[in-house]
């Protein structure tokens, strides 16, 4: 592909081998979209906010279960 006398390398997704969107690259992503939206798609977490403190990111749904339970067990 030629751009302004440049030669643009292209890029395949490391998943499918599919030409990746150069925006995607430059971006730092080595999947084409299709393959990043079902990858993305395997990740879960959410962010709370910490009494008197900052906000965390939760992956475990199990931490996330005893972050305000006031003492309490949780089950």
């Known amino acids: ?3 302004g006398g440049e030669t643009m390398k ?7 081998g ?3 969107a150069q925006g995607r690259v430059t971006l ?3 999947t084409c979209l ?12 959410t962010v709370v906010p910490m009494h ?6 939760i992956s475990n749904k199990e931490d996330l279960k005893g972050i305000n339970n006031k003492g309490g067990k949780h089950d």
């Open 1 to 3: 592909m030629q751009t």
């Open 52 to 57: 008197k403190s900052n906000y965390v990111v």
């Open 18 to 20: 599919e030409d990746v």
């Open 10 to 16: 292209k890029f395949k997704c490391v998943l499918c």
């Open 28 to 30: 730092g992503y080595d």
């Open 34 to 45: 299709s393959c990043g939206e079902v990858e993305a798609r395997k990740r879960k977490h």
